[in-house]
């Protein structure tokens, strides 16, 4: 297990500095100085020449990546442009939001995508299966951005139900648990789906599976073989799945973040585009990517610790 | 010693199959009636899609406007029409481009060396490392919003998962005794690759990419809704989503009339891709 | 007394072509304390039969008409929850894959305490109960084994594992699905002892299912026959096996090879009329000259593998240092168990594989330096067969395209392909007719004789073949042998045969040499490593290699 989690941090270190390396070379080619498009047309030179020393402009490649490169690895980001602020200090304040987000789009796909998919197995072919399959289906190839929309509309705008716009007020769990329940099911819904389309095809192959029929065999009680004997095994893709899940949550996050007009790094991202905010850009879809890299390296983590043919593979 | 063989090709079965499944037969309807509306837009709207007419703005469904004007007062049924083209043609286009560079970079790792693997393994990773959002953004900021950037988001989105897909069966497929027996015969690695490992990895990658398309619809869409794909005043799904969007409260049906069509696009074809896949593949059923 | 009554028995199943009548008026008894033999080959029914007695039977599967009796209750009516409660305690099950047969992710321990769900008593009692099944399937140190999970087993481990689960409730009525059918030999021997003992002691009655006749009559009282869902036969081991009366007893007892107490050039298939076979006598073994130049000779050949999840630093030796030379029209017969480096040494020999030391000298020339260009000439003149008789066919090729594969390598253009192709058919025993056939549309026997088509293809100087009858069976795998036989002599080819069945090779090789963990233990004529084995090793092959059951007699 110790050689296993190694190797698996190993990758993640790797592909993090990769995820650098990319970023880095995309902010060097961009067309045009970065220092003149922050600074806008009316700069003078005398201006332009001073950040460019300041955001390390003036000197060789390599030396501007290893600054960044070391930088990123100890948490310093840079500042950003227009309010001077360390960017990692920016990029902090907005995450809680976006990932508490996030965790509301996971607790809805898992806690009804499971059951779901795991009731459509045990009763296959079946009409509950048929219906199931079909809303799966439908949530999975709806655009996140567009029942976020159609959410706001419903819901919010004309039967007013829930409110629609921002955060809620702080220190109030109450109302911002109020706020978050449309963004969370926009990010989450069609995961929803896909948790319960793997599930219900993971138990399917399951219960077909040779051990299953042995445990029959033996008269064991099916409650104790669907829920014991298939789905401790079924459920371990559904895991590695929700890994890659978090990366898809985290771009739905953007568009409720942008729909909902709450904070969040996706927020943050998107105006600090607008707005040519380069630093920002670089500094928080790093801290994203990392973030992404995390969360996946501990989905295989506890599928490591769940399964214990991986377990003893390393 | 004989086998009943059916003379019926595979392919007639299929279709017969694939008309047999109700959702199926939803799937191509739909799928034909968003692929006609796109290619017929001319002839079924007279109104320009770009065409601004401050008169009209703002006006609800009617008779004239079958879903209403935008804030320019824009026909929203022919943009959504025109819409459609950009959407479909993006959506093709890109997925044939991400099969081929799947392909070919799935078998390289798949066949080739363990270095070459191994690099490109990370290179997928890292790739796929980036959430889908963050890639777009960082791109858009290198090469400005336009729908090559749309393309590339595309591509470099399907290409990780594709050539994931193909170098699992090549490498499956190495280890199997119909290769070994070819290579014992001393046929060459590209006669290998052409003739024994090609036709059996193709067919399932294009029904998974042909399932694929809702997802490049909600790439372009999305992008085009966020100002990084089309540019105004071309007609995107996206766009019109975003009109609506910021005129939600008083005029709702632009809204409506930019998300419709993305979801009416993206069910059908799922519905299609579903029971193509089912039909064509039942071992792969309910994946 | 008896356990299991079952009477005129009907099974269908309905599929997308109608119908399918699986088993048709199956009769026949399990008395009480006794082992019931059902001998049958691939697509008989075994397997219907068991999971209708089991209450198992697939979704699209019933019970047409008949009675399944036990210990007095009629089974066929029952709902599952009744159903359940007779799965366990009264009748429990053996499957044939120990591979898949424990659950992966609960442990031993666990597994065998919900076994127990039914009873009362506290979990360090049901794990006492488990501990005592597990000494007495000889599992070592049967505490520690109980926190243990299934993968840490190997695979005859795991398969008394499984027995022990199902001997665990005292069950009346214990059915064995070819249960040792993927073990080893020697393995086998030792598996088949322990379920005996453990019958005895426990006083129950075991289904045994089985197509291996030899294990059928090595450990069952009474035996029934069955063939395409009937019952064609049943009675006491000894009538069946001594006096078969029905014709497909006869034949099939007379197909296995075991069964041959001389060597034969040729063996007898199903289409023989039953006792009418008369043995072709092989002719000795032509001593090479001395001096002569064999055609392929191994010299110290040894394969490592390294693995290991950092550097590699784990090193499996494949083969082990091995030499041997083999003339032209010769063959020698390779055989051990499965791991024994067998197939390693074929392929090192083929160059598939790489080889660490020593050196393979086909016709004067090193094989593992050839150039590009001899390369080509090797592939040619040496023709692999695998295991696998569908695997090593490209699945979406036809027939005439994949015996055609070696001519389109080589850029054979002087020859009509579509005649070369029919030719190579007829000989193979196929017939022009299969030619536009897909692999999936073949039975096993003609999937294989597609291979051995494709194989002789370009004439070669030496094939060599893995286990080219496994999985075959016993009617079709003597066909198979035949023409392997009357190729050979016929094309004066040298052969390579891998099996871990020394009564198949004992028909074809002249001579054979035994592996064990990557090591020749023994290579000797034929003759002589039956009549006088002169290694352990090679004694304890012979005896595993369950005889036919013509030799008990």
Same mark, same amino acid.
């Given at each position: 297990m110790l050689s296993y989690t190694l190797k698996r941090l190993g990758l993640a270190v790797l592909i993090v500095s990769l995820a650098m390396l990319l970023l880095f070379s995309m902010i060097y080619l961009i067309p045009g100085d970065p220092a003149a498009v922050a600074l806008?047309?009316?700069?003078?030179d005398a201006m332009r020449e001073a950040l460019r020393v300041k955001m390390g402009l003036d000197q060789p490649v390599w030396v501007q990546f290893w600054n960044f490169f070391s930088g990123a690895w100890t948490g310093d980001l840079g500042r950003e442009?227009?309010?001077?602020?360390?960017v990692s200090q920016v990029v902090m304040e907005q995450l809680p939001y976006t990932l508490v987000l996030i965790a509301g789009g996971i607790s809805w796909s898992v806690a009804l995508g499971i059951p779901l998919g795991c009731w459509a197995a045990v009763q296959r072919g079946s009409w509950a299966d048929r219906i199931v399959g079909l809303l799966s289906v439908a949530v999975i190839a709806v655009p996140s951005f567009v029942i976020a929309i159609y959410a706001l509309l419903v819901?919010?705008?004309?039967?007013?139900?829930l409110p629609a716009i921002?955060?809620?007020?702080?220190?109030?769990i109450g109302d911002q648990l109020l706020h978050l329940i449309l963004p969370s099911l926009a990010v989450g819904l069609g995961w929803v789906g896909y948790i319960a389309r793997m599930v219900r095809a993971s138990m399917l192959e399951v219960l077909e599976a040779q051990h299953i029929r042995t445990a029959r065999a033996f008269g064991l009680p099916e409650r104790m073989i669907t829920y014991r004997y298939a789905l401790t095994i079924a459920i371990l893709p559904t895991v590695t799945l929700l890994g890659v899940g978090i990366g898809q949550m985290l771009s739905s996050a953007v568009f409720a973040e942008i729909v909902f007009n709450r904070p969040g790094v996706g927020r943050l991202v998107y105006d600090a585009i607008l707005t040519r905010n380069y630093p920002l850009v670089t500094g928080a879809v790093l801290v994203t990517t990392v973030l992404f890299v995390l969360l996946n390296l501990v989905a295989d983590l506890i599928v490591g610790a769940l399964d214990p043919r991986v377990r003893s593979r390393f | 010693m004989s086998v009943a063989v059916s003379d019926t090709p595979e392919w007639k079965l299929a279709v017969g199959r694939l008309m047999r499944e109700p959702l199926g037969v939803l799937g191509v309807l739909l799928v034909l009636l968003m692929v006609g509306g796109a290619v017929f837009a001319d002839w079924l709207s007279?109104?320009?899609?770009t065409r601004i007419s401050?008169?009209?703005?703002?006006?609800? *469904?009617?008779?004239?406007?079958f879903l209403g004007t935008d804030q320019l007062g824009r026909d929203l049924f022919a943009r959504v029409l025109h819409g459609g083209r950009i959407a479909l043609s993006v959506a093709l286009a890109s997925t044939a481009i991400s099969l081929a560079i799947g392909i070919v970079l799935g078998l390289l790792a798949g066949y080739g060396p363990r270095w070459l693997d191994n690099l490109l393994l990370l290179l997928f990773d890292s790739i796929k490392s980036f959430p889908t959002v963050m890639l777009a953004l960082a791109l858009v900021t290198l090469f400005g919003p336009s729908l090559t950037a749309v393309v590339i988001v595309v591509v470099l989105v399907n290409v990780p998962g594709y050539a994931r897909i193909i170098r699992t069966q090549t490498l499956a497929l190495k280890e199997s005794e119909f290769v070994q027996a070819a290579q014992s015969m001393g046929a060459s690695t590209a006669r290998v690759l052409r003739v024994h490992i090609m036709p059996n990895v193709i067919g399932p990658l294009v029904i998974l990419a042909s399932m694929d398309i809702p997802v490049v619809i909600a790439i372009e869409a999305g992008m085009s809704f966020l100002g990084?794909?089309?540019? *105004?005043?071309? *007609?995107s799904w996206g766009a019109i989503l975003n009109d609506g969007f910021t005129a939600?409260?008083?005029? *709702?049906w632009i809204a409506i009339a930019g998300g419709l069509p993305i979801i009416l696009t993206t069910l059908g074809f799922t519905f299609l891709g579903e029971t193509l896949r089912d039909v064509f593949d039942p071992r792969l059923k309910g994946r | 007394m008896t356990v299991l009554s079952i009477q005129d028995l009907n099974v269908k199943f309905s599929t997308e072509k109608g119908d399918f009548h699986?088993?048709?008026d199956v009769s026949f008894d399990v008395p009480e304390k006794t082992i019931v033999g059902i001998v049958g080959e691939s697509g008989c029914g075994k397997s219907t039969l068991i999971n209708s007695v089991l209450g198992?039977?697939?979704?699209?599967?019933?019970?047409d008409s008949g009675s399944i009796e036990f210990e007095g209750q009629e089974?066929?009516?029952?709902?599952p929850t009744e159903m359940r409660a007779l799965r366990g305690p009264r009748i429990s099950c053996v499957f044939q894959d120990p591979m898949g047969a424990?659950?992966?992710?609960?442990?031993v321990g666990e597994q065998m305490r919900n076994i127990q769900?039914?009873?009362?008593?506290g979990k360090a009692e049901k794990d006492a109960r488990s501990v005592e099944m597990l000494r007495s399937v000889k599992i070592p140190d049967p505490e520690h084994a109980l926190d243990?999970?299934?993968?840490?087993?190997s695979g005859g481990m795991k398969q008394r594992i499984a027995i022990a689960m199902a001997l665990m409730m005292r069950p009346s009525l214990l059915i064995a699905d070819e249960?040792?059918?993927?073990?080893d030999a020697t393995l086998e021997v030792v598996t088949l002892d322990l379920l005996k003992d453990l019958q005895k002691q426990i006083g129950c009655s075991i289904l045994f299912i089985s197509h291996h006749l030899g294990v059928i009559a090595e450990l069952c009282d009474q035996v029934a026959v069955m063939f395409a869902g009937e019952v064609v036969e049943r009675g006491s081991a000894a009538q069946v096996f001594t006096s078969p009366r029905h014709d497909y007893t006869r034949r099939l007892l007379e197909c296995d090879?075991?069964?041959?107490k001389e060597r034969t050039r040729r063996l007898p298939t199903?289409?023989?009329?039953?006792?009418?076979f008369v043995p072709v006598p092989v002719p000795p073994r032509?001593?090479?000259?001395?001096?002569a130049t064999p055609l392929i000779e191994v010299e110290d050949a040894q394969v490592h593998f390294h693995s290991g999840?950092?550097?590699?630093?784990r090193t499996t030796v494949g083969v082990g240092g091995v030499s041997f030379e083999l003339f032209e029209g010769e063959t020698l017969g390779l055989v051990g168990e499965s791991g024994s480096g067998k197939s390693t040494l074929a392929r090192t020999m083929a160059r598939l594989s790489h080889i660490t030391e020593g050196k393979v000298t086909f016709e004067g020339s090193s094989v593992h330096d050839l150039g590009r260009g001899d390369m080509q000439r090797l592939r040619r003149d040496v023709s692999v067969m695998f295991q696998d008789p569908f695997g090593?066919?490209?699945?979406?090729?036809k027939v005439r395209d994949l015996v055609a594969e070696p001519f389109r390598i080589h850029g054979?253009?002087?020859?009509d392909l579509i005649v070369e192709t029919d030719r190579l058919l007829t000989l193979a025993?196929?017939?022009?007719?299969?030619?536009?056939?897909?692999?999936?549309?073949?039975s096993g026997g003609q999937a294989r004789r597609v291979g051995v088509a494709r194989a002789i293809a370009l004439k070669p100087k030496l094939i060599i073949a893995d286990?080219?009858?496994?999985?075959?069976d016993v009617s079709v795998q003597g066909g198979v042998l035949n023409l392997l036989n009357e190729l050979r002599d016929e094309l004066r080819l040298a052969m390579v045969f891998i099996t871990h069945n020394l009564h198949v090779v004992r028909h074809v090789a002249d001579r054979i040499a035994v592996m064990k963990q990557g090591q020749f233990v023994e290579i000797g004529e034929t003759e002589t490593i039956f009549a006088r084995p002169q290694h352990d090793y090679t004694k304890t092959l012979l005896a595993a290699n369950l005889a036919g059951p013509g030799a008990h007699a």
């Open positions: 806008g047309p009316r700069a003078t442009v227009l309010s001077d602020r360390p819901f919010a705008v004309t039967l007013q139900w921002g955060a809620g007020e702080a220190g109030n | 007279i109104y320009d899609p401050p008169r009209d703005r703002f006006l609800a *469904p009617s008779s004239e406007h990084l794909g089309v540019r *105004p005043p071309t *007609p939600i409260r008083d005029t *709702p | 699986a088993l048709k198992l039977l697939a979704d699209n599967g019933r019970v089974l066929t009516g029952l709902n424990l659950n992966p992710v609960l442990s769900y039914r009873d009362t008593i243990r999970y299934p993968h840490e087993f249960p040792t059918t993927a073990l090879p075991a069964n041959q199903m289409s023989d009329e039953p006792g009418s032509q001593v090479p000259p001395a001096g999840p950092f550097y590699k630093t090593s066919l490209s699945p979406r090729m054979v253009t002087d020859v025993g196929l017939g022009p007719e299969f030619a536009t056939r897909f692999p999936h549309q073949l286990e080219p009858t496994a999985g075959l």
